[in-house]
């Protein structure tokens, strides 16, 4: 069949194999991005755009071009913050992904792809200066930021002569 011979690459014979079409993801170069016969043999990937969702109240997403059927994504770095947070995943729950940033992914594109940004309060040490007082059972503690179960550790143990101890001060 002539029309067999004539289609390249990312193309096959149409139905009526009097011509050659783009196989499905691709579209003639310079051309709508959907499948129509024509006797071109230039077919290439259609463009899809993932978008980076902020998910802070402040940011406007982002996006990256992508081609279709392309596997492995390396994420941009992100430039969005979160007041006393760190950005810890990407993730698309209808599509069941949680992607590490900075890591590369696999993913089959067919198609616009949205990523919601996945946030963790950031992690800090509280030290304890008791200065001259004589303290028993009292640690650095590790907290997150906003985390309502972080407390002031007791002071019960602590003793000073001639002191009383009225709390803890920044």
């Known amino acids: 069949n002539d029309a067999c011979a004539k289609c390249g690459n990312n193309s096959k014979t149409n139905e009526e194999g009097t011509g ?17 016969d024509n006797n071109s043999t230039n077919c290439v990937p259609n463009q899809y755009t993932i978008t980076y969702i902020a998910n802070n109240d402040t940011d406007t997403p982002k996006t990256q071009t992508v081609e279709y059927d392309s596997t492995v994504y390396t994420l941009p770095a992100s430039t969005f913050e ?42 800090f040490t509280v030290t304890y200066n008791v200065g001259a ?38």
Not at 146 to 168: I, L, P
């Open 20 to 36: 050659c079409q783009c196989i499905d993801g691709y579209h003639v170069q310079g051309g709508p991005n959907e499948n129509k």
């Open 82 to 123: 979160r007041k006393g947070h760190e950005l810890v995943a990407w993730k698309n729950d209808d599509k069941d992904l949680h992607i590490v940033p900075g890591n590369s992914f696999s993913y089959n594109i067919k198609g616009n792809l949205e990523l919601t940004a996945v946030w963790a309060g950031k992690e």
């Open 133 to 170: 007082a004589s303290c028993s059972n009292l640690s650095d503690q590790t907290c997150r930021y906003n985390d309502q179960n972080c407390k002031a550790q007791d002071v019960e143990s602590c003793q000073y002569s001639g002191y009383v101890f009225r709390g803890w001060k920044c």
